[in-house]
């Protein structure tokens, strides 16, 4: 299987993270689910993932002191694999895992994802629990010294036969489950989190990675593979486009504009490294009702600006698009920002940074079959600026487009034609807004 | 209590790391105690210590791939506490620990050491299992992300009354043994072993240092704290000084050429902080027989040169001196070294650095009681070589020298004369050799 | 104009800098280029470079101290420009410049290229000389904060439009003497070079880049700009794309194994950024003879089979081409490698490293409008080796290839059909050698 | 000469800089040595600095853009060394230099002090000038490379017999004009000013404060050395009291209480490094009016609480005392705490710091001959609090202490007796305040 064609546009959907932290259960996910197939699905929108600690008992009990309490009751099989809690998730009992919730999901026409993290369950290497697939027990697995900095369940897994035989037996897990989406954590960047003779060794889940992707071939369905958190390494860029479908550009993102601005910073870096299959991800868009399982309960701290700047800065750049926000509280103002059809289709295209400055950020993008040109201003000053670009500048970037300006550009959110006089597209943008046109 | 008074002079003594490995029992620590007090002890050599894993069931078994297996069984009380492997020391059953044992080395004449971790066992935090003195149980006690990169054993103990709870009981189950002197580890200097957010922590373990500072004062019994592995950070002097007697100033030192050149360097950046009770440590002395735990059973490496050298600068610089050797098998020329009364003479005066140069050093001190003078030369390098010293620049460094240099001098090796002609001191010494005498 | 279009291909030609240092004259420059036309041109090796210090009077007389005699005689015009040392360049005289040289060149058919130091000279600003194009003076457009941290003739320009008249000035008198390429140094990576508040500045040599490529569009004239030294940063591959053609993903590249084994390392970091028009470059190729100016002439220290591994390595992954060695003293089988068609076919294609390991590494390559694929197999371990190569998984790799493995492949370097039996590529390779096939 | 004699106690002053910048005259000197010696001279003020740029033409005059204009004109002699600017020092004219002012200010019964940068002018190595007492000219004896990061002036200079020479001649010349004190500049601490194949350098200065120690011996005057700018490095603390007599801890102290709360970690991890000719220096005492030269003239930001808090753990911690107000603009109130001789007191004698935490600070210090003890009370935080302390625990700290509480204390700030009940000095203080008794 050629992972790239697992995911042959970034992915979209929604992740428990954002609302509900570890708190996450069986009817709240299928609420969510029937959400998005009522009113997102026919834009794309078609993942949903269960995050974090959906094996753990009792999470967010002590959220005061702890967001993952040390040394937990945790559910397992008899091969050390982590299994979903049966208080929060009752269709799991008996044994039959996230199956019946996968089902339901794919009965609705969408694709269900989880989290994982990188490793075996701690408390399986200190009772030498069985794995399967090998004779070796989870002591001869794990790594003692291979732990995530901010979350106690796990160690990691040795880059031996015996390690592979795990991951395989927890892929296979998955896949007759009916997996469709892993979203890995404490792999992409390790920083400050493995204990390497370096001492920052924020590349320790590398070999990881590997087994992972080499699991997901070896159990023959197809799952995207996601790889938090980030920042990922540039100069591992190569490895995640070999290996994974989308690799976290930054430490989780939420709702405050210095987040924002600074996602302008890590798109540049990143604008070569999208491609179909490989997809450099800015994290959840924490739009809508959030923070819940924090206990910051709260509608999203963007403006509507800011807001329409992330979904246009998404979608130019072609990261995947994950929504934080309880879905069934969705207000009509937000819901109308996530089913533009016309500021989704630049989703798939290639785009460049013309430029970017303190106040200033423009994009523009290519779509290589058409020819048609895409081009967006961002106002990243605090104060309302207009910007603005000469026709032959623009021509200087851009492969396919015509000599002569045309009399009119199709602005994206509005859906309405712009006249353009002249040879320069000149535009007053408000505090941190944005503008995005076909042109 | 003043810790001061634990130590007034730097500790001598023998340690079983370097022989033994994690493996020593009981009948060779005997053996190497009886043989201090029949040689060594008129000479100043005093603790006996059991070096690290003596709680380890079967240690060095799987010495080819680990040093300390992961996921071992480790003797353990009901509150958490780690108690000698009864196959290896016998007279530990029944609850008793070190009680017997150290009651021999007593016997002898001799004080006894133990080897601790930083910490409390990972396991004992898996299993909730009880701390004495507080209700918490040792998952509240432990930090899952405190752990030591080179050891498994054990988690970082959290800086909390209940922390302090299980420091406490710890300390007072040693003052029951009679134990009078405790090398931790994993808590000079932790770099790359614990997770902070800002990845390297090289002192991670100073909450620890205090808590165990305070458990010594609070168990009555002045036991001796010495805090391994180094580097010690040169910026926390002023901590080791205030809460321990010594603290190590590199990491693990063994027979080779390059780490005792290494070690003037050291000794350079330290020769400041050496006052009673408070002492830099350059680690054991890895002189006579070496290595058998480790599979390399061995005599020392260094020349009889270089032991000579290692001896004069331990003695001058004011180290404390820990054989590593197995006792019994010394040969008499070593045993010289460990016996001159006039280098062993030097240990307790302040000394300085005159020079440190690639190729040289040179070292003088003061016994500020009598105003007796002591001058130690050094070849660094690997040829023969003339060192020289014109008596007014010695005087420039001395405060209580004479304004005419002496007719002649004692050479505290051979403790010979050495007629001395003219206004300088000039020896020629072979590579790596030295020389020391009383003004 | 479209900096992509100055160099479509990766450009392939010779610098003086191996074989002369500093110290190369205009009748070797013209020995090597009437070389290049005679023996090499046909094969596409096009370009001629002097490289550093052409300028300055006398270097490398005190070759023994410095490789950059400090405050020496450098020749400048009246707007503080550097000039070609007229002792060493008689035809630059009288204000001609480089242009009779650039002419010579050209008459053969052949491109000239030079090399310059970022910034403007020291001793300029110190006597604060003109600029051609504003009322600045030297000293107003050099920043006394930034200098080079091996070469101490000029200092940093600072981003202003003065700075940006003096860069003007400076490549519109190259472009009146016409000069087609341009390597400037001092400028790609400036790590321990620069003095700015955080240390460490790798890139503080960013604004002149931008200053350079504004400069070329400025005069008007293609130029080919190569930016050095190494290594380049991958978070700033966006950047170098943007404004340069090739930038040097190495410092000094020489005749070393463990050079070219780590080249392949940084082959694989770099080998998503290869594209018409901008091109990681691992530097010269130190084949021939070499080091005369260096006080070390010899030939290459590479043994055959090394010097094949590298033209292969540098093809495959479409590194520019640029000979180190004295041409007119090539030997007929170094000669031989530089002229193999098959081989330097093998230049424009983009490439992908399939895997590398500590003893192995394995490209493949595709003519994505033939679609011809290519493979090379590299042994890097001390000893013979097969590497070996299952179709199906090649197939994973490769969009182009066909079902069916062919009954043979041709081998790049012999010319010859090597018959392939079997649904695998198996070949056995001496220590540091490869091969390569069109399959 | 033993350099520890050139200062027996901490040195007590005034400096140029916190009000002058790098503009003051000879007038302005003695005004302020004027006033020194009516109004602090009696209380142990003795030293009066010209701080940087004295050589400067025209300093300040582009204070908007830079503080240190650059390639700006330098007065020199013949042999490169500097000159005071004969514009701003009248009497220097004739090639008197400094002899005229020093002369005046020792009439006053003061002592007279300069800044240097470390070096020689830039402009004296790019012409080839001549340097006293060696044939080799000014480039040869320059270093390229050695610049100071934020000051253009000069070149570091080589450490070589001629590079000896150099700054001999240069301390001859200053020992003619009789000066008594030296500050020399980018020299204790060169991070990121250097350039060296590590990237920062934070000791390059190393050879240049022998060179200059070494200097003081050959002139024959005795002739404190201070080095600047901090942070010192505390693993080079051995060197600084080998060569100098004070060295800054700090990079420039102004008045803000983030900065002076930050002096008591400084003093924390410096606190065993004082002794008789051993300093480490808090820097200026930012009291009174400054800042004009720097364009904000101003009373001090400190408020008095705060003033009282700095001298209090200046004092006691045993910094050197350097005034940096406009003394002829001293107010009564400012003046009263520079005038405190039971404050004053404190200065000489060995101190420790009992604790410090994020709100409070306690130290300790003893006189060794009389046995007398002194104690300070700081509150670090923002609000009043209350400080306390056990004497049985003050006396496990203080050797010389009596067994039984004194039945009162003497303030030393007000000079009146605190009685005391009990066993417990408990001491409520002002947000930011401090206290301090003669136990």
């Known amino acids: 299987m050629n992972k790239n064609t697992f995911a042959p546009r970034p992915p979209m959907g929604w992740n428990s993270y954002d609302y509900y932290d570890t708190t996450v259960n069986e009817e709240q996910v299928k609420q969510n689910a029937d959400y998005m197939a009522a009113h997102l699905k026919s834009f794309g929108w078609e ?44 269709s799991s009992a008996g044994g039959r895992g996230f199956a019946p919730l996968a089902e339901y999901v794919h009965s609705l026409g969408l694709k269900f994802g989880i989290h994982i993290m990188r490793g075996i369950p701690r408390l399986a290497a200190h009772l030498h629990m069985a794995v399967q697939g090998t004779d070796a027990a989870a002591d001869q697995i794990a790594d003692p ?48 989190n493995m204990l390497f003779p370096s001492g ?31 920042p990922a390494l540039i100069e591992q860029a190569w490895h995640y486009e070999k290996y994974a479908n989308m690799w976290r550009v930054t430490d989780d993102f ?20 999208v491609s179909p299959g490989c997809y450099p991800d800015c994290d959840m868009l924490p739009m809508g009702r959030l923070g819940k399982g924090f206990g910051q309960e709260r509608e999203s701290r963007f403006t509507f600006e800011e807001q329409k700047t992330m979904m246009t800065l998404w979608c130019i750049f072609g990261s995947p698009l994950m929504l934080g926000a309880e879905l069934t509280m969705l207000d009509e103002q937000t819901l109308s920002l996530l089913t533009n059809p016309r500021i989704l289709s630049l989703l798939p295209f290639p785009a460049r940074q013309l430029w970017l400055t303190e106040n200033e950020a423009v994009w523009a993008a290519e779509n290589p079959e058409t020819g048609e040109s895409y081009l967006a201003f961002f106002n990243l000053s605090d104060e309302e600026r207009t910007l603005s670009l000469a026709w032959n500048e623009l021509m200087d970037s851009m492969e396919k487009l015509p000599d002569q300006a045309p009399s009119s550009l199709l602005d994206l959110w509005s859906g309405q034609k712009l006249p353009l006089s002249g040879k320069k597209i ?14």
Chains 1, 2, 3, 4 share one sequence.
């Open 145 to 192: 010294y291979s732990i995530c900095g901010w979350n106690p369940d796990m160690y990691g897994v040795r880059n031996t036969p015996e390690g592979q035989a795990y991951y395989n037996s927890l892929l296979e897990l998955y896949a007759s489950w009916g997996v469709d989406f892993i979203k890995c954590d404490n792999i992409c960047n390790t920083n400050n």
């Open 200 to 230: 920052a060794a924020p590349f320790a889940g590398k070999a990881e990675i590997e087994m992972l992707a080499n699991a997901i071939q070896h159990c023959g369905r197809p799952m995207v593979l996601s790889l938090s958190p980030g």
């Open 47 to 90: 993942y949903v993932v269960v995050d974090i600690q959906w094996y753990a008992s009792r999470p967010g009990t002590m959220r005061d002191k702890f967001q993952y309490i040390p040394f937990s009751h945790l559910e397992m099989d008899e091969y050390s694999r982590l299994l979903p809690d049966p208080e929060r998730f009752p």
């Open 254 to 273: 939420w709702d405050s504009w210095d987040l924002l601005k600074d996602m302008f910073r890590r798109c540049q870096i990143w604008q070569n490294h």
């Open 426 to 439: 000149a535009f007053r943008l408000p505090a941190h807004g944005c503008a995005a046109w076909k042109l």
